[in-house]
């Protein structure tokens, strides 16, 4: 087998199609993503505004902007999990964000993304909730200190 690295490709036409219509991509929105474009449009959905969203999640504001300044800027997946939460997503939505971000989202593995997995599959959105559950089961917690 050749030693090639493997590119990914920021095509939205690897995405399979069962999924890009879960995320209401259509032939006429196909296009290169961005994580941060694209968290704007699910905050949009919602009626979110910025200050709500990173003060929800905890993030500082220098962040949320270096984040929408700089396409290179990259937040710790804790943060693209608890966004996920905040803004409602569903499960495909969460799995292409946590993507974007470069992180892989993988409830089979990991025992976080399995209880947010969960949770978002069940419509579990309350932060206290879903903190709890983390807790539970001695994982750290994604809203507040164990």
């Given at each position: 087998m050749d030693n090639m690295p493997l590119e990914m490709s920021n095509s939205s036409s690897d995405i399979p199609s069962e999924i890009l219509a879960l995320l209401g991509m259509t032939e006429d929105t196909r296009r290169n993503?961005?994580?941060?474009?694209?968290?704007?449009?699910?905050?949009?959905?919602?009626?979110?505004?910025?200050?709500?969203?990173?003060?929800?999640?905890?993030?500082?504001?220098?962040?949320?902007?270096?984040?929408?300044?700089?396409?290179?800027?990259?937040?710790?997946?804790?943060?693209?999990?608890?966004?996920?939460?905040?803004?409602?997503?569903?499960?495909?939505?969460?799995?292409?964000?946590?993507?974007?971000?470069g992180y892989a989202f993988m409830p089979g593995l990991d025992d976080t993304d399995k209880t947010v997995a969960a949770c978002l599959l069940n419509g579990v959105y309350d932060p206290d909730t879903i903190d709890g559950m983390l807790a539970s089961n001695n994982l750290e917690t994604l809203f507040s200190e164990k």
């Amino acid at each position: 087998m050749d030693n090639m690295p493997l590119e990914m490709s920021n095509s939205s036409s690897d995405i399979p199609s069962e999924i890009l219509a879960l995320l209401g991509m259509t032939e006429d929105t196909r296009r290169n993503r961005e994580f941060f474009a694209e968290l704007l449009r699910f905050a949009d959905r919602v009626g979110m505004t910025d200050s709500q969203i990173y003060n929800a999640i905890g993030l500082s504001r220098s962040l949320w902007y270096r984040m929408r300044d700089h396409k290179d800027a990259r937040t710790k997946k804790t943060n693209v999990l608890k966004l996920a939460i905040v803004l409602r997503l569903s499960f495909w939505e969460a799995f292409y964000l946590v993507a974007l971000a470069g992180y892989a989202f993988m409830p089979g593995l990991d025992d976080t993304d399995k209880t947010v997995a969960a949770c978002l599959l069940n419509g579990v959105y309350d932060p206290d909730t879903i903190d709890g559950m983390l807790a539970s089961n001695n994982l750290e917690t994604l809203f507040s200190e164990k």
